[in-house]
């Protein structure tokens, strides 16, 4: 999975939050999250055989065509199918049916140097997007991986260099009906993608400059010029059967039986039945290819289809009709619920900080009329000040996360914040604002403080924020806190809050995008790599720019550079990690964001099943095949 790079981006990871997905961190749930909802009745049905893993679901998957945006409950099962090609564990790209990681150490990664001509395709260092060669605009030289040594083209002949990573398959790998998996089906995967008819985003493809079989178990990947990636790992194309799905064309595929409704794959099961509405079987695959490990270890898998509540699934993992509970069918009731039956034996339950990291925007730059009140640095950092955090994460999430130190999430490698420089402090922040120029002409807390002589603002005009947020009990409720810390130091804010498809819509429809608000809160994805983009100056959205990711309206030229940097150069190496410290450290100092809490993944699992290992990035069933009954738990 990419980083969010836009508004479209952004929209899709926040419409399908269950599927953004180390050891689990196991989390006691706090007593009296929130009011316990009163239960809703079900009908409890016969318990399946005890060799069964009964997986439930919220709805029935939509399709299991890689290629045609499956749903939540598609991608929870589809681990059962497809195991790997590789998993993201830690924020780390792992490989599970290739042999390993293409490195520059083991020589299957190096990089070419090649010759190209105006009208070439190649990749802009400035607007980091695949173009056209052309006279005057820049380009990487080879061997330089770096803003200070862009060029512009002069029109003839440079040179450039471009990346080249090998992957080797397994040996032996077999799709389910038999045939040999091989090198050529993931070609066929990426041929696939790549074509127009097909529904799908086009940004990994069209900075690949080929992709080809060397032999049946090998697959070369080459860059296009000028770029190097730091997920290099990942850019290998998930197979699909050639022999089955060759003679169909890409345009009907998404209707096609054969990869919509009757995938073959290499994965631990099978697809035997498929009742619309109420399950899924399956039975291991014969030709999984640790099948001599024993590997599943259940004899079956059924994916129910409850499309029923929280409180009902709940219920039905403790009469042992559920063994685990996929991601969406736990909503905003589920802390309180869980806490409910804190030590019910039962219930397996725990969590762990996410991938989606919450986040409070201002308003830098707004658009149209808007008074610029958050314009100055020190007036966000006195407002960020007012936020008591701590308390926020745990009203809303039971503490389910980690304070945040900087606008990485907590564990995440690339993270190079030590502390943040924001910490609560009301009564300093009631002394910031009023050095600032924000005056308590009253006496009184709970009213707006005034202006008198702040820089673009009329004397007398209220401390007044307008704060915007997606519609939902979560996000409302934080919007509520936050509101609510802000009035002690005179800042009024009145929160509004819309469906997030209106909210997150590109410039210039969407009041995010479009700046037209003081006060932004939203989660947004952290992926392996650091979208360090939606904070520069040519991400802000315009006219010219609709599908820009800076809201904000954030421009800083050290900031620019020091993203530039990391964009640039190896992933890992030196230059890089001092371009992210040095970014962390503006973005910490300016403050055009307060980074709040990281939303918790909740697994909730019954006795009957042991192995579940809960992981920030990983599928919820990243590890199916090594799922154990519970009889055998700790023998």
Known sequence: MPSARGPAALIACLLAAAACTAPALDVPFAQGAADTPTPRPFLPTAPPAPDTLVVCLAEDPNTFYLYDSPNASARTILPALYDGPFDVLDYEIRPVILESTPSIEAGTVRLETVSLVSGDLYFNPETTLPETLAPGKPYLPSGCTSPGCVRRSEGGQIQMDRQVADFRLLPDLAWSDGTPLTAHDSVFSFNLDAHPDTP????????????????????????????????????????????????????????AEAA?????????????????????????????????????????????????????????????????????????????????????????????????????????????????????????????????????????????????????????????????????????????????????????????????????????ARLALSLLTASGPGEESAAQAIGDDLATCGVQ??????????????????????????????????????????????????????????????????????????????????AFAEAIGEMQSILDAAVPSLPLFQWPRLLVAGQGVCGMSLDPTAALLWNLEVLIPGPSCGS
């Open 260 to 460: 919509r409704m009757r995938p073959i794959g290499w994965g631990p099961y099978v697809l035997e039945r498929w009742t619309p509405g109420v399950s899924l079987e399956f039975s291991p695959n014969p030709n999984y290819y640790r099948r001599d490990e024993g590997l599943p270890a259940f004899d079956r898998l059924q994916a129910r289809i409850l499309g029923e509540g929280t409180e009902a699934a709940i219920q039905q993992v403790l009469t042992g009709e559920c063994d685990i509970l996929e991601e969406s069918l736990l909503d905003d009731t589920a802390l309180a619920t869980l806490a409910r039956l804190s030590g019910e034996p039962r219930l397996k339950s725990s969590a762990t900080p996410g991938v989606l990291l919450e986040r409070l925007d201002f308003a830098t730059a707004p658009a149209g009329n808007r008074a610029p009140i958050l314009a100055e640095p020190e007036v966000r950092r006195a407002i960020a000040a007012c936020i008591d955090r701590q308390g926020l994460i745990d009203r809303v999430i039971s503490g389910l996360s980690p304070l945040p130190t900087g606008i990485l999430a907590v564990g995440h490698p690339r993270d190079r914040s030590v502390m943040s420089s924001i910490v609560y402090d009301p009564s300093g922040a009631n002394q910031a604002l009023t050095s600032l120029g924000w005056i308590d002409d009253d006496g009184r807390s709970a009213t707006a403080r005034v202006a008198q002589g702040v820089a673009g603002v009329d004397d007398g």
């Open 493 to 574: 804010v009145e929160v509004e809050s819309l469906p997030a498809a209106t909210l997150y819509a590109p410039f210039p429809q969407g009041p995010a995008f479009g700046r037209d608000f003081d006060l932004v809160l939203w989660p947004w994805l952290e992926w392996v790599t650091p979208a360090c983009e939606v904070f520069t100056t040519a991400e802000i959205a315009s006219a010219a720019n609709p599908e820009g990711s800076n809201a904000s309206g954030f421009s800083d030229s050290a900031y620019d550079r020091a993203c530039s940097e990391a964009r640039l150069a190896p992933a890992g190496g030196t």
């Open 200 to 255: 799908s985003l086009k940004d990994q493809v069209n900075r690949t400059a080929s992709y080809e079989a060397v032999d049946d178990r090998t697959v070369r990947w080459t860059g296009i010029p000028g770029f190097t990636d730091p997920e290099l790992a990942g850019n290998f194309w998930s197979p699909l059967p050639e022999h089955l799905l060759g003679g169909v064309a890409p345009a009907d595929l998404p209707q």
